[in-house]
């Protein structure tokens, strides 16, 4: 146990899991430090009614396991109407893949396979 509290402590702060990020000022915060450290951000665009988002949730829980050097957020569309609007989520869920404060790319609905794969093409990058 002690060397996985080590591990953890030495890593960066939510390195390995997913973020949920519920203000403006969490968001801004998280990007900058992410587009900093020139990292990979996946965002999941979700929403507690969205029966196809909480099937995705453990999936984009492991991804965030998987690739520890990419930065993993959610967003519930709800909470943040503005940064949904901004980056133009129209359904649930939506991935969005973003470098330097770039959008990459985009997985829209509940695509185990497409979203892994595309996590694991821009996380080489």
């Known amino acids: 146990m002690a060397a996985s ?5 030495a890593a960066a702060v939510g390195a390995g899991e997913v973020i949920s990020v519920h203000t403006l000022e969490q968001w801004t915060m998280q990007i ?12 999941d665009f979700t929403a507690s009614w969205c029966g196809p988002c909480r099937i995705m949730a453990p999936v984009f829980a492991d991804l ?10 959610k967003v519930d569309v ?10 133009s989520v ?3 869920p939506t991935f969005l893949f973003m470098k330097e404060g770039d959008v990459k ?12 794969n595309k996590v694991g093409l821009h996380a080489a990058q």
């Open 5 to 9: 509290a080590a591990t953890a402590t």
């Open 32 to 43: 900058e430090e992410a587009n900093a450290a020139k990292k990979l951000v996946v965002v």
């Open 64 to 73: 965030a396991k998987k690739f520890p050097n990419a930065v993993f957020l």
């Open 78 to 87: 709800d909470e943040l109407k503005s940064i949904a609007e901004q980056f």
């Open 90 to 92: 129209e359904a649930m």
């Open 105 to 116: 790319d985009r997985v829209v609905g509940a695509i185990k396979e497409e979203l892994t």
